[in-house]
């Protein structure tokens, strides 16, 4: 079996090493090859049937071995640094500030099983790999950060009329926390995941959620479950939601480093200004969105 | 291997071309700055092995082009015909008589008359210009823009401007040759046959000792003076005649048994000065349209492009193009802002339906491992 995976290991790592997948995190690759094997599979099929690889196998073990291969190596990835941001990097602080108890230490371990049960669901893989992005990118920190510069449409949502009163690092954990939130509702859904959710099927999913990690304040879980609902559908939906689904999206599909061509837009001004124009379709806030356009172009981001 | 071949020689003629610009402007150089005979002498031979050179170069490729059944293509659409007046006409009228004037000695003297004489070395000199030309070879086979609809269109107006410059100064500086001899031209050898008739009066006279020195020492142009009996008058030593002077530098005129040298390098540095002024004016031209209109038709025209090409064949490119306020009127931004407006909100409302594919990795990128 483990001869198995080598040979699986050493077939994926080659795919891994094409140049198309510099600047991909651990799970875009992933979501990446899996595309590749479900559109080139018939082709892929005699070099993975021969002797050298899987001779004898039926096509369905193959793809199983690759698959769980796959998720293998991405997880020895993506598993530390899940930690490192529920243990160690992310602070519960903001907790204190909205007048709730403080979370547990137990809070983090069921977090994390949480996540870690994530793990087993493709469509919670796919989910995750924007929240995981938007985090390890820094992106939040530098637009919060310049947010509260401006005090303007996000500054006034959040301190004014979601009334966080805390200051902006506080407000940047809260969010990092809703975006690994967000992904969780796929474990509540059927389907491949990623459509808006009714406020009322929203509430149900933070109730469920609230049980597995009894330690996490409901308005915390509700502003990551609720980021997937459209803003169309709920004008009351917290800032935090709000912004949570534009960087969860935003970085779904980021390359990082990428070159920008001369005479293009920057990356983040293109994809927000992209965004506003489909504000509606994906239930954004278009005021949050503009802000957020705004910042990217004057800091040519 | 073939290729690599190519490639060698190109690189080689490419090399070629960069020195016989360097020949060009030293040619002139060393008429203005008055070089020695032997270093204008090299200047000339090296000249004419150059013609020589791209005369053999143009035949090359005209007659390869012709067995290809492309002999048209390669002389108006691939610039042959740059390949050609750089090359054939220089050998013909420029550099071959400049170096079989040099090889007889006395190439110009002894024509009909002076004036006619210095048209001819004019001609020759004028001719020299189409040398220019040769700075848009080097345009031909230096790729300057990664866009091959840039390159054709920089090529395009660079080689435009330059050659109906240089064809147009060469024909009309022609035609005053032939059909117009400057008054400063006149001047100068109507000055020596005037003064060849007061040195044969002095002669008549039995004065030409007593004046005969003074006479010609008053004119700088003056070189030597022969009477029948020998040398009456030189300006110089003849060790000085041999290293500053060639064939083509002495005027000549004749009256009874006098004969009077002079000399011609007066006329010959105005010339230089206005050849190198041509050649740093094509050179500034070349380098204000390479500095400010090749990034200019870049930003304005095939960066556009490009940005756009990518966002329709790769599925994951998303960058929207910048439009400059003030050209957004252009037909090439009016695209763009359909293509940022229309076509990439589309794109990414497509990119996340069912069943959509982002995928960047292609099967053709694994041949290798797929055949292993």
Redesign the interface.
Known sequence: MENDKAKAQQFLSRLMQNPTMKGFSALQREDQLLQFFSINGEKLKPTLSSPAFFGGWSWQDINKIMIETLYDMTNKEILPQIQSEIFDKTSYSYISFMKLPAPSESMKRQFMAVLTKLLTHPVGRKQLAGPLMAIQTGIIKKYIMHSFQRQKYVHFELAKVQRLRMSQEEVYHLIKTSLMLTPLTSLFMPGDGGQTLTPAYAEKISQQLSKLIPGLPDPVIRSGINSSISFQDDKKLEATARLTTVFAHRCADMKQGMKIDRGAASSDQSWFNIARRNYKYYGYDFDMLTELYNISAENGW | MKEKTKDLIENFILFVILLVLIQTFLEDMAVILSWSWGIRKILVFTGFGFDLFFTVEFLTRYFSAIKRGEGIKYVLKERGWIDLIASMPLLLLSSGPAVVSILEGSAFIGAAGMLNILKVVKTVRIARILRLLRLLKIFKKIKFVHSAMAQRHLTRIITTVISSLVLSLTVVSFLLTLFHSSDADLDFVKKHESLISTAVDLQDKDLLTFYGDSLFESQDSVLIVRTGEGTVYSRYNNRHYSQWYGPSDYGYVRQGNMELFYNLKPIYVGEAIHNLLIFLSILLMLGVLMLFYSPHF??TVT??V??MI?GFSDS?Y?????IPKDLSEDDIFQLARLY??EY??LK??N??S?NA???????E??DD??K?
């Open positions: 870049a930003m960066d556009p490009n940005i990518k994951s998303n960058l929207e193009v910048l940022n407006e990439l909100p990414a409302r990119s996340t069912e594919s982002n995928l960047s990795l292609k099967l990128d694994f491992l797929l292993g």
